[in-house]
C-alpha cells in the first residue's frame, strides 16, 4: 500500500499546477500563456509521478513525461490513451521558463491546459480504482481471517 501522505501530496500538487494554469489565462490581463503553459506541463509531470507513487514506484527526479508515461505503461498499458497528449507537453517544463524560446499565444495555450487536464483526470481516475481494489482486497482479507 503505497504512503497515503505522499500521495496526497503529488495530487494536491498537481491540482495546484492546474488550478494556477487555468487561472493565468483566464483570469489576468495581459493573458501569462507561457507560464500556463508551464503550470500544465508541471500539472501533467506530477501526476503520471502520482500514479508511480500509487504503485509504490518512488519517482525519478526528470521532466521528461516521455520517459514517464513508458514507466507508467510498464504497469498499465492504458496509458497509451494519453501519450500523445503527454508527448506535446513535454517541451513546456524548458523552453517556456525562457524569453524568446517559445511563443505561446492564447490557443496553444488552451490546448496544452485541456491536455494537462485530460492527463490529470485519467491519472486520478486510475489512482482511484487502484486504491478501491487494495481496499477491497484488505476487507477480504479480513473477512477470511474472521471467518
Known amino acids: 500500500m503505497p504512503d497515503k501522505n505522499l500521495l496526497a501530496d503529488w ?11 487555468k487561472h493565468l489565462l ?34 525519478p527526479k526528470i521532466h521528461d513525461l516521455d520517459k514517464l508515461i513508458k514507466l507508467c505503461q510498464d504497469i498499465d498499458n492504458s496509458f497509451s490513451e ?10 513546456y517544463g524548458v523552453v517556456t521558463r525562457y524569453p524568446n524560446e517559445w511563443n505561446v499565444d492564447e490557443t496553444i ?7 494537462a487536464q485530460k492527463i490529470y483526470d485519467f491519472c486520478v481516475m486510475k489512482i482511484n480504482l487502484l486504491i478501491q481494489d487494495a481496499e477491497r482486497e484488505i476487507k477480504e482479507d479480513e473477512k477470511r481471517r474472521n471467518t
Open 109 to 115: 495555450a488552451q490546448t496544452v491546459i485541456a491536455r
Open 82 to 91: 494519453i501519450e500523445i497528449e503527454s508527448a506535446s507537453l513535454s517541451r
Open 26 to 59: 483566464e483570469d489576468l490581463y495581459p493573458k501569462q500563456t507561457e507560464i500556463a503553459a508551464w503550470h500544465s506541463q508541471q500539472c501533467a509531470e506530477k501526476t503520471l509521478k502520482a500514479f508511480l507513487v500509487a504503485n509504490d514506484i518512488d519517482p
Open 11 to 21: 495530487i494536491r500538487h498537481a491540482t495546484n499546477d492546474l488550478i494556477v494554469a
